[in-house]
């Protein structure tokens, strides 16, 4: 009997009488046993299936969309992930909403095809706010701003008047 291991399927099977090269034919995994005694050798490879790298709420896919993994091997990933508005991306997951992270440290130990999900790290947005100015205006390009993100400002003297200080305050 041959068996692979999960993940693995049998490549090649193959009989020598022992000591020589002098094949001995096997047919549906039997053979008729010579009049020496045989070396049986089976070769495995392992198995390889698809994964899809599903962008799970990303406005782009990633350049990869699709790659076939080898079973015991290491993940490959998309050279570039995906990309979401708002957010930074966190990584490649086994389910939609939870499950493990996988990188390409990752062994692939599936065996049929799957999925791979991508998460996402929401970027806290603030408030801008600005108060009144007295002899002048003030405005902001931007009121609801993106940690990291740059706001402009506009300051605006009235006449006769030029500006003191400008503060900013958490």
């Avoid at 091997?73 to 992270?101: H, M, R, V």
């Avoid at 009235?158 to 400008?166: K, M, Q, V």
Wanted: net charge negative; hydrophobic share 35%; no cysteine.
């Amino acid at each position: 009997t041959v068996t692979p291991d999960t993940g693995y399927a049998l490549s090649s099977l193959t009989a020598k009488k022992t000591g020589t090269d002098e094949v001995v034919t096997i047919t549906d995994n039997k053979f008729t046993m010579p009049g020496a005694g045989v070396t049986v050798t089976a070769d495995f490879e392992a198995l390889k299936f698809e994964v899809t790298f599903e962008k799970n709420g990303g406005e782009t896919e990633a350049v990869e969309k699709v790659i076939t993994q080898t079973y015991d091997a290491k993940y490959i990933l998309p050279a570039t992930n995906p990309t979401k508005s708002g957010s930074t991306f966190a990584g490649w997951f086994t389910d939609a909403t939870e499950g493990s992270e996988v990188t390409t440290a990752t062994a692939v130990k599936i065996t049929s095809a799957t999925t791979l999900y991508a998460h996402w790290n929401v970027i806290p947005t603030y408030t801008v706010t600005l108060d009144t100015a007295e002899h002048g205006s003030i405005s902001a390009d931007s009121t609801s701003v993106a940690e990291g993100a740059t706001v402009t400002l506009t300051v605006t003297p009235d006449t006769g008047y030029a500006l003191s200080s400008l503060t900013a305050k958490k």
